[in-house]
């Protein structure tokens, strides 16, 4: 048997590496994945409680963690389009006047 | 989990392989048989008896082909696309049911590989993931033919993905489960029949959304009236104009695969699967029908193919999106509702 | 034999996770994605969540990741502008800043305590089926589900208003 500490530890280093994503990217798109990631490692922690203590409420919040991750890579996309449309770049830098 | 019990499965899934790889061969061959039958030409009929060996031949002309690749392609996505397509096409065989059960060397063995409570949504899933292939084909290839081409086959596949799973949904309300060996058992003699004689199939109770399903499927196979992603006419081959060799030969392989998976599905949920007369008495015949049934659907497939024009881009849009998912929407209300009243 | 399983499949997971951020070309950066996405599913499967394992092919694997790549295509950026230098400066601040939460997050899990997973009894559905999650998601969870549905409706008609070109139709 697996035990808990390794389902959480990897999560943990994924959430890491995605948060370091985030701190070094300069690319929106790449930003972007990098938050996906950091999702999924907590999504991993959820799933690995639920397994563990057998109540089913944690894969319920992956669930709703899921649904979300779809709409706002969806809107998220979306702004990166018109952005991009209006600016012509992807970094993050060139965005920051809070209008398209 | 037993030594015995992994002889098993890695008997079964190279079984399954091998009789794949070769009626895929064949498909060919009937392909272009039923296309001269139905255009009143001949069809291949040189080489060997009825032009039998002429897979064969295919498949040797297809080994010793030039294979290139394109001086300006990205080459490690290049490399990779032809093989994101076959096996994800080659993955959703593990959980259809080809029979029920027979009795080999004193040993009861099922006709499936495995089952699992998740099976339908594995067969969605493995079916989504095999977009990457066509997708990655068209990028890397850097070929304006081929990037449309990706670019609408991938539009193309993920609408009438929704369509789809939308249309599946309706069976699983009547059927309960996700798992497939417990759909086809559901449709089989042991729940008796309508007015004495008419099988439970699914698709007495879901005529709207086997017709939806079936719309759909013929889109995600690629295949004509569907077949923008390769339409000769505009794009020259698609997304696998660059491709030669083996390589070409492997995303036609994944799409004959898509079209007997997609065909397997439509007998699993809506026609019963391997259900039949007799088969009680002689499992075995279980196997056959469940044969046959694919095979009539494979032949319906083809003999649309050959006799319809293809569709205008905007206008499979508008009917995947327009047409095809309120309709597979009302049905599955409609279908909630009934069951809601009465049970 | 599960241990070994789980150490491969931590293995391609972070490797993939690090290959998103070695990638240059977001491309490359969200077909490695799809390789932590596919472990991530597989550990899922061996924790028993089966309908979320198949969840997480079905809508991260086969939908939103798809969408990126299509996006990447279809925005076709000129070389540089994919590429984008990375601030070097960010970079020394980050390493540091990611050990400190691992740090952080491991003295964490070394203090949990390890308890057995717990054993299904026959005649009783286990946590994780489709079954026990469409019965919790529709009886307790039903408010949280009627919202996700809402919130992708409105995701639906906000991301159309976006994308849309001005004077479209």
């Not at chain 2, 009937?30 to 032009?51: D, T």
């Not at chain 2, 060397?105 to 099976?119: K, N, P, Q, S, Y």
């Not at chain 2, 995600?220 to 104009?241: H, I, K, M, Q, S």
């Not at chain 3, 991530?40 to 798809?66: E, P, W």
């Amino acid at each position: 048997m697996v035990p808990l500490s390794w389902y959480l530890g990897l999560s943990a280093l994924l959430f890491t590496i995605g948060a370091m994503g985030v701190f070094i990217k300069r690319n929106t798109i790449t930003i972007f994945l990098c938050i996906e990631l950091m999702l999924n490692g907590v999504n991993l922690t959820l799933v690995a409680l639920s397994g563990f203590f057998g109540d089913v409420s944690g894969q319920l919040f992956v669930f709703m963690v899921i649904a979300v991750a779809a709409a706002e890579a969806a809107v998220g996309l979306a702004i990166i389009i018109s952005i991009f449309r209006n600016r012509e770049s992807l970094n993050v830098d060139d965005a920051d006047t809070l209008k398209l | 989990m037993t030594t015995d019990q992994l002889l098993e499965w890695t008997i079964k899934i190279g079984v399954i392989f091998f009789i794949l790889l070769t009626t895929v061969a064949y498909l060919s061959y009937v392909e272009r048989r039923v296309a001269g039958w139905i255009q009143l030409r001949v069809g291949p009929n040189r080489v060997g008896p009825f032009g039998l060996l002429q897979p064969l031949a295919d498949g040797l002309k297809f080994i010793f082909k030039e294979d290139i690749i394109p001086r300006e392609a990205s080459k490690w996505l290049y490399l990779i696309a032809p093989a994101a397509a076959i096996i994800p096409a080659l993955m959703s065989f593990i959980v259809i049911p080809f029979g029920s059960s027979v009795t080999l060397f004193g040993r009861e063995i099922t006709l499936h590989v495995t089952r699992f409570d998740v099976a339908l949504l594995y067969i969605l899933g493995v079916g989504s993931v095999g977009v990457y292939g066509v997708m990655l084909a068209g990028w890397s290839s850097n070929n304006k033919y081929s990037l449309l081409g990706g670019l609408r086959s991938s539009a193309q596949m993920i609408s009438y993905e929704l369509s789809l799973g939308a249309s599946i949904v309706g069976v699983l309300l009547v059927a309960g489960s996700l798992d497939l060996v417990t759909i086809v058992e559901a449709q089989g003699a042991t729940s008796g029949y309508w007015l004495g004689f008419i099988p439970k199939w699914n698709i007495f109770l879901q005529p709207i959304g086997f017709i939806i399903f079936f719309l759909s499927a013929m889109a995600e196979t690629n295949r004509v009236p569907f077949d923008l992603p390769e339409a000769e006419a505009e794009l020259v081959a698609g997304y696998f104009t660059e491709y030669s060799s083996m390589k070409f030969a492997m995303f036609f392989m994944s799409e004959y695969f898509h079209l007997i998976t997609v065909t397997s599905m439509a007998t699993t949920l809506y026609f019963g699967g391997w259900n039949g007369p007799f088969i009680a008495e002689y499992p075995f015949l279980s196997l056959v029908y469940f044969v046959l049934k694919v095979f009539i659907f494979i032949f319906i497939f083809m003999w649309i193919r050959f006799t319809m024009p293809r569709f205008r881009y905007d206008q499979l849009m508008a009917l995947g999106w327009k047409v095809l998912l309120p309709a597979s929407i009302l049905n599955l209300i409609v279908t909630a509702t009934v069951i809601l009243f009465v049970n | 034999m599960e241990k070994a399983l789980f150490i491969i499949i931590a293995v391609i997971a972070v490797a993939a996770a690090l290959n998103v951020l070695i990638q240059r070309n977001p491309l490359y950066s969200a077909l490695s994605l799809i390789g932590t996405m596919a472990a991530l599913s597989v550990l899922y499967v061996m924790l028993r969540a089966q309908f979320i394992a198949a969840v997480q092919i079905v809508v991260y694997a086969g939908a939103i990741l798809v969408l990126f790549i299509f996006v990447i295509m279809l925005l076709n950026a000129p070389k540089q502008q994919l590429q984008i230098d990375k601030q070097k400066g960010l970079r020394y601040l980050a390493i540091p800043l990611a050990g400190l939460l691992l740090a952080e997050a491991f003295y964490v899990v070394w203090r949990v305590q390890d308890i057995a997973m717990p054993v299904v009894k026959e005649g009783e559905e286990a946590v994780g089926t489709t079954w026990s999650v469409g019965v919790a998601l529709f009886t307790h969870y039903l408010l949280p589900f009627q919202v996700a549905g809402v919130l992708l409706l409105m995701a639906l008609i906000g991301a159309v208003v976006l994308a849309r070109r001005e004077g479209d139709k």
